[in-house]
């Protein structure tokens, strides 16, 4: 259902721009290209041009304990922010969507505080709390702190993608729901869920993501904690190591490409990012409501 | 200015008691009398490359034949500088890490603040065989208690690129005049501490300033260090900290000399790479490592374990020569002399007592000159304030 | 069209609930009838993470810069003073690594600002579909690939051996020594952040009304008066808002300046104070320098209305 633009740029604009566009996305793949080639090196020295081709560090990545563990402790932090994140970020934006309440706009500023600000600010702040907290109560350094760590600055992430779409969905959804006699449960998991799944979805995906790769604030959250990031910035200095380093990158990128593609399209199909407001398309409800007869 | 002077009383105190005390051992009647089961697990910290398994070179392990023995999962933390260490080691109260193989710099701070437990040396069978000197040093030992075992030791070298530089070097004159030919292609090493390779430079050829000792310096002779200092920077193409952050340019031609361990000296040639090293005319600075564990540690036994086996000639032969420092135990050298035959005694100089005197080994500057000018000289936080404005001008 | 099956006589009743949805139903009952109650709820649990968990930690963390450490027990004095901000305005160095964080942050946020926009533009309002989705979709893939990584790709890139130098010499262009310098620094830094500024960049220009443009297009405006005069303007807080990320993550920096520099961030200084004696109060008021900075940096975005455009 797209309307028809019409360009308004001239012919050299667009030749123009196509360049750039091209000029950036080499810019921004010809490093992770070279991962790629270094992960196939079979020296471990890092000069150009590589001497050969050789698969010898996939299979020592593949039987590297510790690169398997490290992947496990991420994904387990990385799965933990998201729900917390999941959960408090919908809050949140539910609450300053549905109510005017005294601080309103605060609320969005508060939460972006710990993506805005420096992410040592954040980390040396979490790093003395848990020492407080290590005398006061006995906190210590552990898989858990890592996800409170991560899911302070994942909250905002969710918070953004819920909100954007809540303020898309019209309001009147809620109350014909009620008016058909739902309950708050029910209007809940029957117009609202399917309505934010897939800004939850997009949002669960990037909190993930920024759990996943992050290591400013993990250095000092984690202590003896070794989360993935933290295994390659050990092993990076570690000159036999780097080739391992650059294959658990490459299997990275790789198996992040099916997610991120999938939430991509879901995204797109539901309207989120490729959003034009004069076209906006009508959100599909199911509206099985039991005791309701059918029109 | 206040609680500084009252640190540097205590630590003063410390070393003070050290030096007036016997030498032999007399443990606390609380020590362990012998090493009990081992816990499975141990976390220490080290310098990069005491502690192979392996990962570098297949070939070099000498961790893999412990953790078999003892059942001690090793789980190492390789940090650059002492400053880390002692951080490292205060982590979570001291319950994070077990052990750390400490230089002369950290080991009294980490002693004075209670960071580390008495060792009862009678449960390390070959610590009998350490050399003299190194029995029991002031950086380890206070008033007889012993506080580790000492594991390697050796010089900060100067390490330079064969084919790029001509003539070869005798002095560390090029490192630091600015008249050097290699200047924006030399390497410092990334921490306070270094403030005493200058000093060293400033004594061979400043004799006006009467430096004695390079870490007890005056204000004035501090001044005249960082002044050094100061001037090198603009030379300097990178101050590491991460070996690699030496060997990689050095590998790739962006340095051509510079201070390194030998370590990295050691690395470079496995590498093919074209490099020598030489201890210069004027001396160099170095380190004593010792093996200490925290006083806090959660698997004290496999800690012990590990003292016991690190302190084994065979091991300390491994070490010297994959890592290119020099054994403590007086037996390893026999075992070097064996393997690498006129070498032992020529570079690594083993066994030989008046080398490591003339070695000025990392120690922490205290306010407390130890001689006759009494207390005025600059402490450790007065050293670091200044070496950050060293670094602060790139 | 409702056809009311009923026999005439009978009245119409709702099945009976089941105990679940008649509790459900009284909850809902009370959470109607309370709307503050339901905020409370909604908001309770994150504006309670945040406050105690963030805030809390944050608000301690700059209390600490007011107090000092004893250097013989590591332990935190409680004794009010001003002495590390003094300390920090009196020596130089300190004021020096400040302006040059700060010089380098900015010049790495103009140059992402410039180099999003084409890619933005284009994928916005020129790109068909399918083009516009795999674009979409080669912004968000970087981000996914370790930052670590991606900054020793840099390292081994712009080394005296590395792949800048091996191809301006096939091009006879000599070699350049770009290794661990604030060059490398700016280079690195925009290609880290780059896709933190696209996506809002390109959100912001995609949410501009087809009308409006065209309306501008119908009075006679060339596409560079449009650009300038409607485009630019409209999509600037989302522009803003891009920015953002890109001077943060720059100005609070620590690992890249190590790993591909030669210099020292702020974040470099506070990251060695907490291991210099774990002198906390002096980082802690060191620390203050990005936080204020940054506050500023958001308080403007806020009054061009970026966060709107988040």
């Known amino acids: 259902m797209s309307v028809e633009r019409r360009l308004i740029e001239p012919l050299s604009v667009r030749i123009g721009m196509r360049a750039l566009t091209l000029f950036v996305l080499l810019f921004l793949y010809l490093p992770i290209l070279i991962i790629f080639l270094y992960a196939f090196n079979p020296e471990r020295s890092q000069a150009w041009p590589l001497p050969g081709f050789s698969t010898r560090w996939l299979v020592a990545t593949w ?148 759990s996943f790769d992050e290591i400013i604030v993990t250095n000092f959250t984690s202590g003896a904690e070794i989360t993935l990031p933290k295994w390659i910035f050990n092993n990076l200095r570690l000159p036999n190591q780097r080739p391992v380093v650059n294959v658990v990158a490459v299997v990275v990128i790789l198996a992040s490409f099916i997610p991120v593609y999938i939430a991509q399209r879901i995204t797109q199909q539901a309207g989120g990012l490729t959003s034009h407001p004069e076209e906006e398309p009508l959100p599909e409800v199911a509206i099985t409501l039991p005791g309701a007869a059918a029109v | 200015m206040k609680a500084r002077l009252r640190l540097a009383m205590a630590t003063a105190a410390v070393i003070v008691m050290a030096a007036c005390g016997s030498t032999t051992s007399a443990p606390a009647s609380n020590l362990p009398q012998s090493i009990g089961p081992g816990e499975q697990k141990l976390n220490l910290i080290a310098w990069t490359g005491y502690v192979e398994s392996g990962k570098t070179d297949p070939k070099v392990d000498w961790v893999t034949p412990f953790q078999t023995q003892t059942g001690c999962t090793i789980n190492v933390k390789f940090a650059d500088t002492s400053d880390e260490m002692v951080t490292l080691m205060r982590q979570g109260g001291g319950t994070v890490w077990d052990g750390v193989s400490a230089s002369g710099d950290a080991t009294n701070r980490l002693i004075a603040h209670g960071d580390v437990a008495e060792v009862n040396v009678n449960l390390i069978p070959d610590f009998k065989d350490v050399i003299q000197s190194l029995q029991s040093p002031r950086h380890n030992t206070i008033n007889g208690h012993h506080y580790g075992v000492p594991y390697m030791y050796g010089p900060n070298v100067l390490m330079y690129n064969t084919q790029k530089v001509n003539p070869a070097p005798t002095s560390w004159d090029v490192t630091w005049e600015t008249n050097s030919p290699y200047k924006g292609k030399i390497a410092a090493y990334d921490n306070t501490i270094f403030i005493a390779d200058a000093a060293l430079y400033l004594k061979a050829h400043k004799p006006e300033l009467n430096i004695t000792d390079v870490y007890e310096l005056t204000s004035a002779q501090l001044d005249a260090a960082i002044n050094l200092l100061k001037q090198q920077a603009p030379m300097i193409k990178k101050y590491w900290s991460a070996t690699t952050d030496e060997t990689d340019p050095f590998s790739s031609g962006d340095i051509v000399i510079g201070t390194a361990w030998p370590y990295q000296v050691s690395f470079l040639k496995s590498e093919n790479k074209p490099v020598a090293a030489l201890v210069p005319s004027e001396g160099a600075t170095g380190w004593a490592d010792t093996w200490m564990m925290s006083s806090h540690a959660q698997h004290p036994n496999c800690m012990y374990l590990w003292m016991k086996y690190t302190e084994q000639p065979s091991v300390q032969d491994q070490v010297a020569e994959f890592y290119g420092a020099t054994p403590s135990n007086a037996k390893a050298c026999d075992l070097l002399r064996t393997h690498i035959g006129a070498s032992a005694d020529a570079d690594y100089h083993c066994g030989d007592n008046a080398f490591l005197h003339n070695i000025a080994l990392w120690k922490t500057p205290l306010q407390n000159c130890g001689d006759s000018r009494g207390n005025t000289c600059t402490d450790y936080s007065v050293w670091a304030q200044r070496w950050q404005e060293v670094r602060g001008t790139k | 069209m409702a056809q009311a099956i009923v026999a005439e006589g009978e009245e119409l009743h709702a099945p009976p609930l089941s105990p679940l949805a008649a509790a459900r139903r009284r909850v809902g009952l009370v959470l109607h009838r309370f709307p503050g109650l339901r905020l409370l709820l909604a908001l309770g649990p994150p504006v309670l993470w945040m406050a105690v968990i963030y805030l809390g930690a944050l608000g301690l963390l700059f209390i600490t810069a007011f107090w000092r450490q004893d250097p013989v027990t590591s332990a935190i004095v409680q004794d009010w003073n001003l002495d590390n901000f003094r300390f920090l305005l009196q020596e130089s160095v300190y004021r020096s690594i400040a302006f040059r964080t700060v010089g380098i942050a900015l010049a790495v946020t103009v140059t992402d600002v410039i180099l999003a926009f084409p890619i933005a533009y284009y994928a916005a309002r020129i790109a068909g579909r399918r083009i516009r989705t795999l674009l979409l979709l080669s912004m968000t893939l970087p981000l996914w690939s370790s930052y670590l990584v991606r900054v020793y790709a840099w390292r081994t890139i712009l080394s005296g051996d590395g792949v800048l130098n091996w191809s301006l010499q096939k091009l006879h262009l000599g070699s350049v020594n770009l290794g661990f310098s604030k060059w490398s620094l700016w280079i690195v830094f925009c290609y880290l952040w780059l896709p933190y500024v696209m996506l809002p960049t390109f959100a912001a220009v995609e949410r501009i009304p087809n009308s409006l443009i065209e309306a501008s297009t119908d009075l006679g405006a060339r596409w560079l008066t449009t650009l300038r005069r409607v485009i630019l303007p409209v999509a600037l807080p989302g522009i803003v808002a891009g920015s953002i990320f890109a001077f943060s993550l720059t100005l609070g920096d620590y690992i890249a300046p190590d790993l591909i520099g030669d210099t020292e961030f702020i974040g470099n200084v506070i990251y060695q104070s907490v291991g210099v004696a774990n002198n906390i109060p002096f980082a802690a008021a060191y620390a203050i320098v990005p936080a204020l900075v940054m506050a500023a940096y958001l308080l403007i975005a806020r009054r061009m209305r970026a966060f709107d455009a988040l």
């Open chain 1, 63 to 210: 039987n590297n304990i510790e690169v398997r563990g490290a992947l496990i402790t991420s994904l387990k932090a990385g799965l933990g922010a998201t729900t917390l994140a999941l959960a408090l970020g919908s809050l949140a934006a539910f609450a300053v969507h549905r109510f005017r309440f005294f601080g309103r706009e605060t609320v969005s500023f508060f939460l972006i505080l710990p993506l805005a600000l420096p992410g040592i600010v954040t980390g040396m702040a979490l790093n003395s709390a848990i020492n407080i907290g290590g005398q006061l109560i006995g906190l210590s350094f552990s898989l858990w702190t890592i996800i409170i760590g991560h899911a302070t600055f994942c909250v905002v992430v969710v918070y953004n993608n819920v909100i954007a779409r809540l303020r898309r969905t019209s309001g009147s959804l809620f109350e014909a729901s009620s008016d058909l006699g739902a309950d708050g449960w029910q209007t809940f998991r029957y117009v609202i869920l399917p309505n934010i799944a897939t800004a939850l979805l997009a949002g669960g995906l990037l909190a993930f993501a920024l």
